[in-house]
């Protein structure tokens, strides 16, 4: 009852901070769900995650940028059933998105989403990489639409099934306005091909969760930022650990980058 009561504490805290849209309305479909969330319809598991994405995304609003094109281009990377795809055209409403989600199961969540709302969103069902192949891609069957869904067979204990890998640099043909990335742990692999097919030039602000020591893994942080830093991007990082000093832990980093 208190970790409840601390946690609506913090998403009014977030809600009244809101860098933009009614926070009555917001605050409204926080407290009292319908069948729609801030006028969207919205394709779901289980109503338990989908009331977390709608905390996370619109009363939390990460993913909010300024644009001085009233069309931006935007791709949602690790799109699940599309929450942040709606953020993003109930932020922009003339917004050219394309949705990526590597799933299959998840995927069909995200394309009924897009139809139902009669919006004008590209989506594809891949897992995007550093190269074209198959991967094995790990689900939870007992839990669908799982958050915690990743190429990284010790995200969860999930079986794997084989997915399309893309490259997301084949899905950029000029200026990208924002890049949400959160592909669960592949991070490292999409800035790759992004540097090495020099379209990381090509964005102008990214925000990306960054999965700091993701099964185990030894930190690597530091080599994800420096080659930002090398392409001459600018970024901000929020990230909340306590204590501070605990130790091998994986830990979610937001990193907010520009040029």
């Keep these: 009852m208190i970790s409840e009561l601390a946690r609506f504490a913090n998403d009014c805290y977030h809600i009244f901070k809101a860098p933009t849209g009614s926070k009555a309305a917001i605050l409204k479909d926080l407290i009292l769900p319908g069948e729609k969330r801030m006028g969207f319809r919205i394709s779901h598991f289980d109503p338990k995650t989908l009331n977390y994405l709608y905390r996370e995304i619109f009363s939390r609003q990460p993913y909010f940028f300024r644009s001085e094109n009233p069309a931006p281009v935007i791709l949602d990377c690790g799109a699940n059933v599309g929450m942040a795809t709606l953020y993003f055209k109930w932020l922009y409403p003339q917004a050219r998105v394309q949705a990526f989600e590597a799933d299959p199961d998840t995927y ?3 394309q009924q989403t897009v139809a139902w709302n009669d919006l004008e969103v590209e989506t594809h069902n891949c897992v995007l990489w550093d190269q074209q192949t198959e991967v094995e891609f790990f689900v939870d069957r007992t839990n669908p639409g799982s958050l915690l869904m990743s190429t990284d067979g010790f995200r969860s204990s999930s079986q794997p099934i084989k997915v399309q890998a893309c490259k997301l640099s084949g899905f950029i043909a000029g200026t990208v306005d924002f890049l949400k990335m959160d592909v669960e ?3 490292h692999r999409v800035l ?24 185990q893994q030894k930190s690597r942080l530091a080599e994800f930022l420096h080659q930002l830093e090398q392409a001459g991007f600018d970024y901000q990082i929020n990230a909340g650990l306590y204590p501070v000093s605990s130790q091998n832990v994986f830990q979610d980093v937001l990193i907010a980058a520009y040029q």
């Design 108 to 110: 069909r969540l995200l």
């Design 185 to 187: 742990g592949a991070e």
């Design 192 to 215: 790759r091909d992004l540097v090495q097919s020099g379209k990381l030039k090509n964005i102008r602000q990214m925000v990306v969760e960054y999965h700091h020591r993701i099964g």
